[in-house]
């Protein structure tokens, strides 16, 4: 069985890489970027899922039976500076997927990695939200990511290519950049080294609220989502438990042997941010019997451990 990964060098792709070969499964993983680890045990190549081209040729020449398809512009801040590059990436990159399977008459399984950001703000009535709850989201990602599931499903209805859709809340683990465990991993790190001398935290907005899951979980689910996804449709995937971000500051503080302070930057403040997100994972749960196993205290514990790895290394460390 062959497993093709779009956006393999983002934070997903190895862990995903791995669960693949488990299966025992050939990997081909293309992204634009290198990788920031050695792409051990599959094949690499690099593509810009925005050229058809290349793109479509490496598609017909590795015929894979799985398609995996995580590349895209995630960030939602930059997609307010670079809306036409977000739904370049986002939304043409997955016309170009489906248009290279139609072209060449494949219908591998295909799990398109959509997003929570779709939903935009839930109203407390409707938290945890449901995947037929209204989409209206806060910037042009989310945009580009309901364009990304839609599109999808229509490839389904009109070609029968066999999709799966999953609406990813937020993701977290060792190796993840730019999002609230990670920077505040990092910073605790930072001071823990010494690299920041002030012992003081910078933090954005405090009354956020977010269900947090483990990235080795999430790529478990997309596997089982392959196999067992009900064809057409889509799901909600992400963990049970929500947090406050001055929850998870004193669970980072609980593993740390210094002390430190707290101060809140007008920098880090988003201008238009979702103030609870947690999705309703029955639909899945009950679909593809899976669960999250990975508490958010022993993700954090191994988010610590790797930034201590990486910012001990001299040029890291001189960047910071």
């Not at 792409?39 to 598609?59: K, P």
């Not at 392959?226 to 995937?237: A, F, I, K």
Request: hydrophobic share 40%; glycine share 6%; aromatic share 8%.
């Amino acid at each position: 069985m062959k497993s093709l990964i779009t956006g393999a060098a983002g934070f997903m792709g190895p862990f995903l890489r791995d669960v693949c070969l488990d299966a025992g499964c050939s990997v081909l993983g293309i992204d634009i970027c290198e990788p920031r680890e050695p792409w051990v045990g599959a094949t690499f190549e690099h593509c810009d899922v925005r050229d058809y081209a290349h793109f479509s040729r490496l598609i017909l020449q590795f015929k894979p039976d799985r398609i995996f398809h995580l590349a895209a512009q995630s960030y939602p801040t930059v997609s307010l500076e670079k809306p036409r590059e977000t739904l370049d990436i986002n939304v043409g990159g997955t016309i170009n997927l489906y248009e290279a399977l139609r072209e060449f008459g494949l219908k591998p399984m295909v799990v398109v990695a959509c997003s929570s950001a779709e939903y935009g703000p839930v109203a407390a009535a409707d938290l945890p939200v449901r995947e037929t709850h209204s989409l209206c989201p806060l910037h042009p990602y989310g945009v580009s990511k309901i364009g990304q599931d839609l599109i999808s499903s229509q490839y389904f209805i009109n070609y029968q290519i066999p999709t799966v859709r999953v609406r990813i809340f937020n993701t977290t683990g060792p190796g993840k950049l730019g999002d609230v465990c990670s920077d505040l991993t990092k910073r605790a790190v930072e001071i823990e080294l010494g690299i920041n001398p002030r012992k003081c935290l910078r933090i954005g907005n405090v009354t956020t609220r977010r269900a947090i899951g483990d990235v080795r979980d999430l790529v478990r689910a997309l596997w089982v989502a392959s196999e067992r996804g009900e064809l057409g449709d889509v799901y909600n995937v992400g963990a049970a438990d929500v947090y406050a971000v001055q929850e998870l500051i004193e669970a980072i503080r609980s593993k740390m042997s210094i002390t430190f302070e707290i101060q809140q930057d007008p920098a880090l403040m988003r201008a238009a941010d979702e103030p609870v997100i947690a999705g309703d994972t029955t639909k899945f749960c009950s679909r593809c019997a899976w669960k999250p196993e990975i508490p958010l205290s022993a993700t954090l514990t191994d988010m610590l451990v790797w930034w201590r790895v990486q910012l001990s290394k001299p040029t890291l460390a001189s960047r910071t």
